[in-house]
Nanobody, 123 residues
């Protein structure tokens, strides 16, 4: 069992930055690939990005490439989402999730989810 707790959300003006953190419980964090997803009001949950177990590979949806960066610290059981140049359309609840496999993009492939943290970008 893995428990995930996100933090770092908040209100920011367009063009600003936020860093989300996702702290995982347990000793097996490094055996999971990690992903970030988001869900805006009235919209389906969408893949934001993912990171491999070692942190050596990252994947992003096109709309955040060049603005968002995912990293992880396996010693701290934490994965991060650095968000720069934020836009109002980035407003959503952001979730981290843990995945035993290698399919990053599909939410149904993930085994554990955090409770989410709200990110609001004002124009």
């Amino acid at each position: 069992q893995v428990q995930l707790v996100e933090s770092g959300g908040g209100l920011v003006q367009a063009g600003g930055s936020l860093r989300l953190s996702c702290a995982a419980s347990g000793r097996t964090f490094s055996t999971y690939a990690m992903g970030w997803f988001r869900q805006a009001p009235g919209k389906e949950r969408e893949f934001v990005g993912g990171i491999s177990r070692s942190g050596g590979s990252t994947y992003y949806t096109d709309s955040v490439k060049g603005r968002f960066t995912i990293s992880r610290d396996n010693a701290k059981n934490t994965v991060y989402l650095q968000m720069n140049s934020l836009k109002p359309e980035d407003t959503a609840v952001y979730y981290c999730a843990a995945n035993r496999g290698t399919d990053y993009q599909h939410g149904w492939r993930y085994d554990y989810w955090g409770q989410g943290t709200q990110v609001t970008v004002s124009s």
